[in-house]
């Protein structure tokens, strides 16, 4: 079965430090990783995936994230956090198998200026 | 931005009510998605579409039907409304391989619906 864990409900970044969001998974097939960013009262907006290819991927407002598939994770990462990149960010996956995508429960990311 | 509307944007009904929700695309997507947000449980999928008239269930599909009658709408319907579906529906459609968005889906900006 698939599975996604975000084991951080909150995370707070002081402005200009590096920032981590963490993200691993299960999955019994090749792993599709999204990242995805809702502002307040906003759909959900794509930031980055990975689907084959280089481990890090690069992907919008400057953030990236790197698989690694020895650890079963997909860390979200910033070199340095803006009060603006507050919001609650999800991880989502599914296998090369499955249609559905399975969704983390979410991690508040709070940026303190 | 991916062409989504949703319609209503906020709802409050009795319990019992029959309630559709409706979601609009313009860029003749053939899949779209309705999936429902609860703190705690990030989004779990509701329907899926992958044509006209060509639906699926979801994860959470009981007490909610689909409909496809068009390219560019998918209705939610909630037969007769419980305090449990109090929730923010969202719908996606997925996006195009043609321009890199092929696995990807995209977002409306969400319906908040009270079951009172």
């Known amino acids: 079965a698939q599975s996604v864990a975000q084991p951080e409900d909150q995370v707070n970044v002081a402005e200009g430090n590096p920032l981590t969001v963490k993200c691993t998974y299960s999955?019994?097939?090749?792993?599709?990783l999204f990242w995805y960013v809702q502002y307040p009262n906003r759909g959900l907006q794509f930031l980055l995936k990975?689907?084959?290819?280089d481990n890090l991927v690069k992907g919008s407002y400057g953030f990236e994230a790197e698989f690694n598939k020895s650890q079963t994770s997909f860390h979200l990462k910033k070199p340095s956090a803006l009060v603006s990149d507050s919001a609650l960010y999800f991880c989502?996956?599914?296998?090369?198998?499955?249609?559905?995508?399975?969704w983390g429960a979410g991690t508040k990311l709070i940026i303190k200026p | 931005d991916a062409g989504i509307t949703q319609s209503p944007r906020h709802k409050v009904t009795e319990t019992g009510t029959p309630v559709t929700l409706r979601c609009h695309q313009t860029?003749?997507?053939?899949?779209m998605y309705w999936y429902r947000q609860d703190p705690g449980h990030g989004l779990r999928l509701i329907h899926y579409?992958?044509?006209?008239?060509?639906?699926d269930k979801g994860e959470v599909s009981d007490g909610y039907s689909v409909s496809r009658s068009k390219t560019e709408d998918f209705l939610l319907t909630l037969e007769s409304a419980t305090s449990s579906q109090t929730s923010v529906y969202f719908c996606?459609?997925?996006?195009?391989?043609?321009?890199?968005?092929?696995?990807?889906?995209?977002f409306g900006p969400g319906t908040r619906l009270t079951v009172l």
């Open positions: 989502a996956v599914r296998d090369d198998g499955n249609y559905q995508l399975i």
């Open positions: 999955v019994s097939g090749n792993p599709y």
């Open positions: 990975y689907i084959t290819g």
């Open positions: 860029e003749n997507h053939r899949y």
């Open positions: 579409s992958y044509g006209v008239k060509d639906t």
């Open positions: 996606a459609i997925k996006g195009w391989v043609e321009t890199g968005g092929a696995d990807t889906q995209y």
